[in-house]
């Protein structure tokens, strides 16, 4: 029996209306709690106390910009000025990602160095432990800055 390329093509329409509604069942939802990080990960539950911006340079806040990771994947901390929150996930080849970052909004003297410190956090691509310094850097292999661990 000969079919005709319209009735080809019907059947072929036909087939994959049916192969799409068979592939496109509902799923059950999905709960993310967000990035896990490993609780004896060395910057996990570690205060880290901001010491250098770049290279070199010192910065004098009203108080000392820190973080803390929790093994749920939250970050707290301070930018100098105002309290932070928000999400990191980090990774065995040393890749660091805050996410959701965001901080009170408290008048300062110093807000524009508290927005410098955010935007390294914010820009970190990779990072470095020595010792009890905590290095980040830039998606350009640029040094962002140095934390330093707290006794």
Avoid at 55 to 84: A, I, Y
Avoid at 93 to 103: C, H, Q, S, T, V
Wanted: hydrophobic residues 35%.
């Amino acid at each position: 029996m000969k079919m005709t390329l319209v009735a080809r093509l019907g059947l072929m329409l036909a087939t994959a209306v049916l192969l799409t509604a068979c592939g496109s069942q509902p799923s059950e939802p999905t709960r993310d709690d967000g990035p896990r990080v490993s609780s004896d990960h060395p910057v996990v539950g570690q205060r880290w106390n901001l010491l250098l911006m770049g290279t070199d340079e010192r910065l004098s806040m009203p108080e000392t910009p820190h973080f803390v990771v929790s093994p749920d994947g939250r970050v707290t901390g301070s930018d100098g000025c105002n309290e932070l929150n928000g999400r990191v996930s980090l990774d065995a080849g040393n890749r660091i990602k805050f996410d959701e970052l965001a901080a009170t909004r408290r008048g300062c003297p110093k807000l524009d160095d508290a927005r410098r410190v955010t935007g390294m956090m914010e820009n970190a691509y990779r990072f470095l432990i020595d010792h009890d310094r905590l290095v980040f850097f830039g998606p350009d292999q640029r040094v962002l800055g140095g934390w330093r661990r707290a006794n």
